[in-house]
DNA sequence: CTGAAAGCGCTTACAG
DNA sequence: CTGAAAGCGCTTACAG
């Protein structure tokens, strides 16, 4: 036991009474050792409380076995869940994450790149944060490959895995109007955003095949007070609506709570359904009705992902989608059976 | 631009045609370098793209600047607000978050101490995880600091950072007295943690102290189900409680829906009383009574503690504890005025 | 103020 | 299978 606590390899081949590379061997898969070697360095590994520092490692090998993870907001679930199982993928693989918190600023980004490539880290997963040209020329002179993770960025070269936004709005759509609702709302997720824009798209679709208009749309911006009120301007109108589609789940239930707040009951007098299925989503105060981002496939599709543009440079950037199922639940009227 | 993206200072020297000293320096605060070679250090870096390798750095220094953050669950929306914060905070002194998702296994942490000291982390912070005598001696042996963040750990000799749990549950005691309750439970967080048991010490000498001892004690685990299993068990019982102080907001949720599924109102029939205030106990569908820990004054505790310490070494172990104040909001009854 | 040199703790050809 | 040696990209005494 030395006094700093800094064990090396040197101290370790000192007393197994071989040389430094040996060490470094056992501790290298693949390597080749003389048994009788191994166990002797494994045994002085052992009572010294050796491990290969990783960051010395990482100079040589060139792989830093870290990924940068960038995350916006961590009050919506969907994102701290998501969080802890992309943590949990990349654990599994022999990953390490270094966690970076961006505001929505658009600069930060950049800023965070310069973090980011000092770190060296191998591979950049985005969830929810812009990605601005100068950050993506900077990854691809460096080298790293990126993910963004639910969010697309469509001309940027850059992969991402979403689910299917637009389809999943269009679900939506054909549920509600098979509920009977004819003046069906949108408030949307931020319209700056894929996920946002393209849930939007879809229900627009929707709703066309019947011959119908969104009978209104307002901008939510993924925003708890902007989405609450939406909703108290959607229902104030002389002309009420009857359904409202909300962006996310996350709005969704401000969306409910000032519903209740207005006297409103949910769903007898309006419909609400939201998207993502955060587990609060079923708990019982919202009972939401919502379309489901399948999070452990998204998880290991980003993963996926990355790891492979990461083991081959050469490989090109993918948009990942991945369908979204519609959760029925209580917070909207159902579709009369066999009509 | 080089082909691999891989600048180094010895190109930059190059350029600058300067030594790579040189250019180390300008990137050293507090070396001395003349202005001259410092601008033309600092054009050649720009047009090159330079940033000094972390790794690198920290390698000689000693110092990686990076602090490992071990948190178990994500779930409870305390956590995740407090990883939002505990990233920002860190991330202004110049520090960076590697993340470890801990499992509740009691081994786990044991087993991400290898990776944590691999990686040469310059302290750690693990939030509700337990701290096991092995990893505490060797967190001493390696000289790395580490505080508990929400969570103690009496004769550890750990740094702790918590709320008064006992004295918020004295709080909760007095304001259910207050309200005319007299038949009191709890449902506590889980008696393994030290939160859980602090919390349901302080209602019990509270409630002591008016002669009367709580009408029921049963562990939610701090967890949902079984929260939502305790409450239900509390009210099919022939001496159903009129007030329940839950041990933290992520149960107390649990508990009203429960409450609510049964038919019973909040706070008509049940006080519910919680613990945290996560901004979900805010929203209207829960509209919670609970007792606030002030994040942000526990984040700066817990990153000042960690910081004084990895700056003096031999700066000894504190246990901070913060005020937490009740909360009054819907959930539980108010004590009549003037009473 | 500046450059040459040593060295942080490793991995990896290179000989043997 | 093994050791000596070079080298990853930096910081930091040490002379000048």
Redesign the pocket.
Known sequence: MSIAG?????DVAKLA?????????V??PG????P???AKVRAAAKTLG????SL??A????KSRIIGLVVAYLDNQFYPVAIEKLSHALQAKGYHVLLFMASNDPGEMDRLMDDLLAYQVDGIITASVAISNDVTRRCADAGIPLVMFNRGQPGSGLSSVTSANALGGRKVAEFLLAGGHQRIAHISGWQGASTGRDRARGLIEGLAEAGLAPHAMIDGMFNRDKAAAAARELMDSPDPTDAIFVGNDHMAFAVIDSLRAMGLRVPQDVSVVGYDDVPMAAWGAYDLTTVRQPLVRMVDATVETLLAQIDDPARGAQAVEIDAPLILRGSARLPEEGT
């Open positions: 800094r064990i090396t390899a040197q009474g071989v040389s430094q590379s040996a060490v470094s061997r501790f290298t390597a080749s050792v003389a009788k070697t191994a050796y491990r290969p520092n010395a490692r100079m040589i090998t060139g």
